[in-house]
């Protein structure tokens, strides 16, 4: 498949589409940023979770316009085996990113899940990881009392935002998300957990746009399972 010229994010969360963007990497076990378990059990594990899953993705060229590439997560979802794959795969990923056991004896208190796709996963692996599930959602999506926060996109600004009794001073956050492109949504809701006085261990994403350095934006470690498409040579 020839390369195309931009490039538009599973979600669309960016805004827009990107220019110079390629048709992506071979399959890789481990994207930038996440080290590998070598001469262990769960490393080969994980590698070989990693592997089914990049598998399971779809990409659609020239949707929803010509010259766009869309990354298609979806059927991770739509079939059993693979959803139990990706949620494995999260859980290890975790238990090596931040230095705890798997299941619920990790040490995470709770699971933050960026509005819409983080909401696909993260109730799910808050459960098998025995954390509470907190969503950070668009502005006026949520009842009560909230705290803000407010991000750019390629055209304009948008703002999140979390209840203010969600999380409790000092528990230990992990933020989720499908994606990390130019990392500006991911960032705001960092924001947002050190607003609301909590321990943000850090981020994991499904997969990673590398060329945006959307990681560079956040105060946090960045752990992908798979690293997503690079920009054309």
Known sequence: TKPHPKLHAPDGKTGGVYEDASQGREPTAASAGSSEFAGTEVGPKLASLKSKLRNGLRQFPDFPSPGILFEDIMPLFA???????????????????????????????????LESRGFLFGPTLALKLGAGFVPVRKQGKLP??????TYKKEYGEDVFQMQKDAIKPGAKVVIVDDIIATGGSAAAAGSLVHQLGGNLLGYV?????????????????????????????
């Not at 990706?86 to 933050?112: C, S």
């Not at 746009?209 to 990681?215: A, E, N, Q, S, T």
């Not at 470690?221 to 690293?227: E, Q, Y």
């Open 79 to 113: 079939s059993h085996a693979l959803h139990s794959s990706l949620i494995e795969a999260l859980e290890l990923q975790i238990a090596h990113a931040f230095g705890a056991q798997t299941g619920e004896r990790n040490g995470v208190d709770v699971i933050v899940g």
């Open 144 to 149: 009560g009392e909230c705290a803000t926060a």
């Open 205 to 233: 994403f499904m997969m990673e746009l590398d060329f945006l350095k959307g990681r560079d934006k956040l105060d946090a470690p960045v752990h992908t399972l798979l690293s997503g498409q690079e920009e054309a040579l």
